[in-house]
């Protein structure tokens, strides 16, 4: 493997025929995370590791060194040292789906055009050897004057849980200087076949910022609550890196607004590019950055069990994710048991004598659909329908459900606050009418 890295040409080869007008390229990040807490405590520490920015929708391959969305099998993504492929990424799954395809699919369930944001770059922590420990990944989109124009943060936590975060972005108080600027209207392709056109994008200001409100259990030490204020560089700029650029400065705020944690994101140096790498660059990649990102992941169970053995802060219980999260990866017997809750759910709507409609929302870790069962009674042009909404959100519903007594005992109580210290108000799932469920299910019972 290491021999094949050296040896195997790290030129650029592109794994679609399609033309494409893409903006940025791939660049590796050899970057510095500093993380300081203010509150309840004051605490510091700070690591290195690598990160990779990509252009959303380019799937190629550099040799041995990067695999860009490569689906041809999984001795090919196998045989690289770092890749970044499109099944890690918002919904979990979706093997056949490219960056873009899941981008768009994602912006529709947001309620939001794609055609809109034209142009996006995608800036994570890229496998190694199939490890991977990315916390944020950051999507930079463009609109159609390629400015930066919106977000979506992707925040995993220790727990296999995610959420991901939309918002548009406000300019900066400073614009861009014009001698920064570069020539932004000037195109250049990646290949030598010519089919993959880069440009650079447009900013109007030297940064970006963003605030979002914090609905993830991000960390033992914190509560489910607060915001989140970002300030971010334009990372598809053509205009020359410069060492110790702050990539990203990220406040953790309080319910009150005061700034509890300051996480700064600063470059160590130009970014590399792929294809314009030396002989010696790779292991010097592989040995200054990446094998210290690998070691991130004990350092901070290292340093969280520091400050909970000196009782500096309170470590708090897990809670349930919140409606819009999406929970761990599933065990075989929470899907299995899926299918008979659906099935169950729609025994009871068909039996019903009402005009009722149930819309299920399965454990977001096992699908993003959405489905919508309706009883006979109803028909397209009725205006008496009753709706109710289920969302499960805790995949361990899956496997309780079935130590009820009765559905509804079941559903009862997983439906009650957790009143749990991080997140007093979390729910196993969420019932829009209790009521009317309840109905449902009766109504079934008594029929039987």
């Known amino acids: 493997m290491l021999l094949r890295l050296f040896l195997v040409s790290r030129k650029v080869a592109l794994l679609s025929d399609e033309p494409q007008s893409i903006l940025g390229k791939p660049l590796l ?23 990779i920015g990509i252009p959303v929708g380019m799937r190629a391959r550099y040799g041995n060194l990067l695999a860009i969305d490569d689906k041809r099998s999984f001795l090919a993504q196998a045989t690289c040292w770092l890749t970044v492929d499109g099944e890690r990424y918002l919904h979990r799954g979706d093997q056949d789906l490219d960056m873009r395809a899941k981008l768009d699919r994602y912006l529709l369930k947001e309620n939001e055009d794609p055609s809109q944001w034209p142009y996006a770059y995608l800036l994570t922590v890229p496998r190694f050897f199939w ?36 918002f548009r972005v406000e300019r900066g108080e400073n614009p861009i200087p014009a001698t920064e600027n570069g ?25 970006y910022k963003g605030t979002w409100q914090k609905f993830i259990f991000a960390s033992p ?88 053995w000196k009782g500096l802060m309170k470590m708090m219980e897990k809670t349930p994710v919140r409606s819009g999260s999406i929970g761990r990866h ?13 099935a169950y759910l729609a025994h009871c709507v068909s039996s019903s004598p009402d005009p009722v409609e ?33 969302e499960v959100l805790d995949p361990p519903f899956y496997t309780r459900i079935a130590n009820y007594s009765t559905a509804w005992e079941g559903l009862s109580t997983e439906m009650r606050a957790t009143g749990q210290e991080a997140d007093a108000g979390s729910q196993n799932i969420a019932v829009s009418d209790p009521e009317l469920l309840e109905k449902i299910l009766h109504g079934y019972l008594c029929g039987e």
């Open 221 to 308: 030490f914190e509560k489910v609550d607060g915001a989140i204020a970002n300030r971010f560089m334009d990372l598809a700029h053509g205009a020359p890196w410069k060492p110790n650029a702050t990539l990203l400065n990220t406040n953790t705020l309080s319910p009150q607004g005061k700034v509890k944690m300051v996480t700064r994101i600063t470059c160590c140096g130009t970014p590399l590019d792929p294809a314009q790498m030396g002989f010696s660059d790779p292991a010097q990649i592989v040995l200054r950055w990446t094998l210290p990102g690998v070691l991130t992941t004990p350092y901070i169970v290292l340093e969280a069990l520091r400050i909970r």
């Open 131 to 166: 490890w991977s420990r990315s916390v944020v990944t950051w999507w930079y989109l463009y609109n159609a004057d390629r400015e930066l124009d919106a977000m979506i943060m992707e925040i995993n936590n220790s727990y296999d849980e995610k959420r991901n975060y939309f």
């Open 29 to 51: 990040f050899p970057v510095q995370l500093n993380h300081v807490r203010f509150s309840p405590v004051k605490d510091q520490f700070a690591n290195r590791f690598l990160m």
């Open 330 to 342: 599933p065990t075989r017997a929470e899907r299995q048991l899926e299918p008979f809750f659906r």
């Open 358 to 390: 149930v819309i299920y929302i399965p454990c977001r870790a096992f699908s993003d659909e959405t489905i919508h069962m309706r009883s006979p009674p109803c028909s397209t042009e009725s205006t008496s329908v009753r709706t109710v909404t289920i």
């Open 183 to 207: 020539n932004t209207t000037e195109k250049q392709f990646l290949d030598d076949a010519c089919t993959n056109r880069s440009a650079s994008s447009q900013p109007k200001s030297t940064y």
